[in-house]
Nanobody, 127 residues
Framework: VELVESGGALVQPGGSLRLSCAAS????????IGWFRQAPGKEREGVSC????????YYTDSVKGRFTISRDNAKNTAYLQMNNMKPEDTAVYYC?????????????????????WGQGTQVTVSS
C-alpha cells in the first residue's frame, strides 16, 4: 500500500490544519491507520489511531480535545483535523497502516506494528 500525506503548512498558534493520508489501494479499509509525528531531534511518536471501520479512535494525551482523526474508506483517505495548534505540534507528520489494534485496545502505538508509511508532511506552528 502506498500512502501519501498532504496538508502540512505553516500556521499560527491557535490555528487549524487538516492533514490527509491517501492510499493507493482499495484494501485501505482492511487496515487501522495511525498518525505519527517527529520533531527535530526527537523520536517519532504516535499521535492518533483509527480502526478500519472508523468506529474506534485513540489519541495521545497531548492532542486530546484538539485533534480529530477520521477516515473515508470510499475515498481511501484518512484525515487528521488539528485545532488550537501549539508550537509544540511542530513536526513532520506521517500516516501508517497496521493490522494490529494495540492503540485502540491498550493506548500504545509501537512503531514496529506499522508496516506501510507515507513520506511525511511538514507542519510548523509559529507566529
Amino acid at each position: 500500500v502506498e500512502l501519501v500525506e498532504s496538508g502540512g503548512a505553516l500556521v499560527q498558534p491557535g490555528g487549524s490544519l487538516r492533514l490527509s493520508c491517501a492510499a493507493s489501494e482499495d484494501t485501505f479499509d482492511h487496515y487501522n491507520i495511525g498518525w505519527f509525528r517527529q520533531a527535530p531531534g526527537k523520536e517519532r511518536e504516535g499521535v492518533s489511531c483509527i480502526s478500519s471501520s472508523g468506529a474506534s479512535t485513540y489519541y495521545t494525551d497531548s492532542v486530546k480535545g484538539r485533534f480529530t482523526i477520521s477516515r473515508d474508506n470510499a475515498k481511501n483517505t484518512a484525515y487528521l483535523q488539528m485545532n488550537n495548534m501549539k508550537p509544540e505540534d511542530t513536526a513532520v507528520y506521517y500516516c501508517a497502516t497496521t493490522p494490529f489494534a494495540t492503540a485502540l485496545e491498550l493506548g500504545d502505538m509501537p512503531l514496529r506494528e506499522y508496516d506501510y508509511w507515507g513520506q511525511g508532511t511538514q507542519v510548523t506552528v509559529s507566529s
